[in-house]
């Protein structure tokens, strides 16, 4: 994203000094009551990972030069406050990316993480390195897709590096959910090495592209199935190539 230049914060500070220097008897200000900012992007979704048995929380914000910002849920609690300070805190902050600790549902059962993230809209209140007020919003659904049932590979299974399909069922449950995508990630851990696509709804089946797998390596591979509302369930897997 290409940022527009921020004035510095002395900036005002010296050109009322030059306007009194000059003889004007008053200078422009920002209006005390200017109509806040908007942030440009915000987020929030739960993550599930079906076959690690866990879930969390991630959140996603996006603006022009912001110092410091508040979450607060529907009915309220503050969730999250960020505050800048000193070099950052000048420059101002723009997109932010955090994502929850993520227990096992036998630690914290799903019911209780979703009491504790009520669904709803999540005000978001700000403050820019210029002090203007900015504020945003998100939506956080309880709708949660099931995990991706992958047909192929099967777990542990051996394939061919020049011929790797990752194959799995639609995702239709529960009943009435809307799948908005797949996204599917394969990793060689060691080195790290990262293939990862988005893929729209009425694709499932993709061969991992040529020169990517290497003969006689084992990697691990994520199928994601995003719900309208933003989110998202994990299958993981795992192959080897042959030698």
């Not at 009915?75 to 420059?91: F, P």
């Not at 009435?176 to 988005?198: A, C, K, W």
């Not at 709804?201 to 991992?208: I, R, W």
């Amino acid at each position: 994203m290409t940022r527009s230049k921020r004035t510095h914060r002395w900036l005002p500070i010296l050109g009322a000094l030059v306007a009194v220097v000059a003889g004007v008897s008053s200078v422009a200000a920002v209006e005390p009551h200017a109509k806040p900012l908007r942030f440009s992007k915000a987020q929030i979704r739960i993550e599930m990972n079906q076959t690690g048995n866990d879930a969390g929380i991630q959140m996603l914000i996006d603006g022009e030069g912001w110092e410091h910002a508040s979450v607060y849920t529907p009915g309220g609690n503050r969730v999250l406050n960020v505050k800048a300070r000193g070099s950052v805190g000048i420059l101002g902050l723009t997109e932010l990316f955090f994502e929850s600790e993520e227990p096992s549902l036998d630690e914290l059962p799903l019911e209780d993480l979703l009491q504790m993230f009520p669904e709803g809209r999540y005000r978001i209140v700000g403050e820019t390195s210029e002090g203007r007020d900015i504020v945003g919003g998100a939506v956080l659904s309880h709708d949660i897709p099931s995990g991706p049932n992958v047909v192929s590979p099967l777990e542990g299974a051996t394939t061919d590096a020049d011929n790797t399909v990752i194959d799995w069922d639609p995702v239709i449950e529960p009943a009435g959910i809307i799948i908005t995508g797949y996204q599917l990630i394969v990793e060689l851990p060691e080195p790290l090495r990262v293939f990862s696509v988005d893929l729209p709804p009425s694709v499932t089946a993709l061969t991992v592209p040529v020169g990517f797998l290497e003969p006689d390596t084992g990697y691990k591979f994520e199928v994601l199935a995003i719900a309208e509302g933003g989110n998202q369930t994990i299958t993981e897997g795992t192959f080897t190539t042959a030698p």
